[in-house]
């Protein structure tokens, strides 16, 4: 890719790469001192805001720390090389600590029963939201990889919350449509996978009775590396921008981008949002 369009590490925003590629640019083109201490300053006190947040919020349970640790040293690149797993997967994909907290309070806060995660990986996401729901809660969540069923399973079931859990092995919208077929339906929907098929994963949701009374959708990626403000994106970051742009005009719906981590969206539909006052 000709710009730098994906991220390094955990740093997804687009800003904070350019200034670090700055950082580097001036080491060697004879700025003053102060100039560089001033840009060095500055993306410390980024470096540090995301600390302090991190530090001063409730840890993830050690069950889902395992996973965490597993996920970042998996040999993701030998599995695939051999074979074994059917796309070429990275670390970075997991949801994470920031994302996990925040869609663990979505679920406590909805009082939710029922989560359906597209995009299973190894497990983080629907961990962390069994951990929020009641002893009759339910996780589905889907993925296509066989090699992701296994490894999510064998991880979740280390903990008393992953019994909640259920996968489904196969294309997302095949999962959606059959979740449909047996009038399933899910008080929050974390929408985590192929980010080019987002649009056909929210109209089967919205249109098939997938989206429980008072449901909320949360959505990850949603700025997808800045993609969707940018000049330049690929086939993900189109999607995603076509995603954003019809949802934010959908009638239905009233929703909210958050720039948190790689921006996430939550969903709901308007008459749910209206507050429902007696009669005085
Ligand atoms: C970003 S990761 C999901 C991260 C996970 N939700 C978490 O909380 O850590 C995306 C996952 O979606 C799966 N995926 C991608 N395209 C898919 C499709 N068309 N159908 C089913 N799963 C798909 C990938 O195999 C991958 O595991």
């Not at 949801?95 to 995660?117: W, Y």
Request: proline residues 4%.
């Amino acid at each position: 890719m000709a710009e730098q369009l994906i991220g390094i590490g955990k740093y997804f925003d687009p800003m904070v790469l350019k200034l670090l590629e700055l950082q580097e640019r001036l080491k060697s083109a004879g700025v003053s001192v102060e100039i560089q201490k001033l840009l060095d300053e500055a993306l410390d006190l980024f470096f540090k805001r995301d600390r302090y947040c991190a530090d001063h919020s409730s840890p993830a349970s050690p069950e889902l720390e395992l996973i965490n640790q597993m996920t970042l040293t998996h040999p993701w690149e030998d599995l695939y090389a051999q074979g074994k797993t059917i796309w070429s997967l990275r670390p970075f994909m997991m949801s994470g600590f920031k994302e996990g907290q925040f869609l663990k309070f979505i679920v406590s806060i909805s009082n939710a029963k029922r989560v359906l995660e597209i995009g299973t990986f190894t497990g983080y996401g629907a961990l962390t939201c069994a951990e929020a729901l009641p002893d009759d809660g339910e996780v589905i969540t889907c993925d296509f990889d066989p090699y992701l069923e296994n490894l999510a399973k064998e991880y979740t079931s280390k903990s008393v919350h992953g019994r909640k859990i259920s996968i489904r092995l196969g294309p997302a919208l095949e999962t959606l449509n059959q979740l449909a077929n047996e009038k399933q339906s899910f008080d929050v929907i974390y929408l985590d996978a192929d980010k080019d098929k987002y649009w056909a994963y929210y109209q089967a949701i919205m249109d098939r009775g997938l989206l429980a009374p008072r449901g909320t959708i949360v959505v990850d990626s949603a700025l997808f590396y800045g993609q969707v403000y940018r000049e330049t994106r690929d086939k993900n970051g189109e999607g995603l921008k076509t995603f954003n742009d019809n949802v934010s005009r959908d009638p239905r719906v009233t929703t909210v981008l958050i720039p948190l981590q790689d921006g996430m969206r939550l969903i709901r539909r308007t008459e749910d949002m209206l507050v429902k006052r007696q009669a005085d």
